[in-house]
Nanobody, 127 residues
Framework: QVQLVESGGGLVRTGGSLRLSCAASGGILRMFAMGWFRQAPGKERELVAAISWSGGSTYYAEALKGRSAIFRDNEQNTMYLQMDNLKPGDTAVYYC????????????????????WGKGTLVTVSS
């Protein structure tokens, strides 16, 4: 059973930076696409960034494009999301997700019913 644990959230001022981490255990993630989702108060959970199992392909939602970087270290079974120039609209709980899929299928939600979630880490951006 794959377990995902997020860390790195916190309170930061507008324009600041944070690096989120997602540590995986209980499985080998080399063949898993992974992603970061976020859920703001009163809103639905949304995918904000994703990465292929090799790390060679990435996806960013328009909201984070140009000011974020997703990367992974498969040797350490860890994925990261570097976020810069943070805005109050980035305030949300950020969740790590992994699924045994190619990135293209992952972005379409085609994960063969297998998907693992962390419990989330809160990011608060003050104005």
């Amino acid at each position: 059973q794959v377990q995902l644990v997020e860390s790195g959230g916190g309170l930061v001022r507008t324009g600041g930076s944070l690096r989120l981490s997602c540590a995986a255990s209980g499985g080998i993630l080399r063949m898993f696409a992974m992603g970061w989702f976020r859920q703001a108060p009163g809103k639905e959970r949304e995918l904000v960034a994703a990465i292929s199992w090799s790390g060679g392909s990435t996806y960013y939602a328009e909201a984070l494009k140009g000011r974020s970087a997703i990367f992974r270290d498969n040797e350490q079974n860890t994925m990261y999301l570097q976020m810069d120039n943070l805005k109050p609209g980035d305030t949300a709980v950020y969740y790590c997700n992994a699924a045994p899929s190619r990135l293209g299928d992952y972005l379409q939600g085609n994960t063969n019913g297998l998907s693992y979630w962390g419990k989330g880490t809160l990011v608060t951006v003050s104005s």
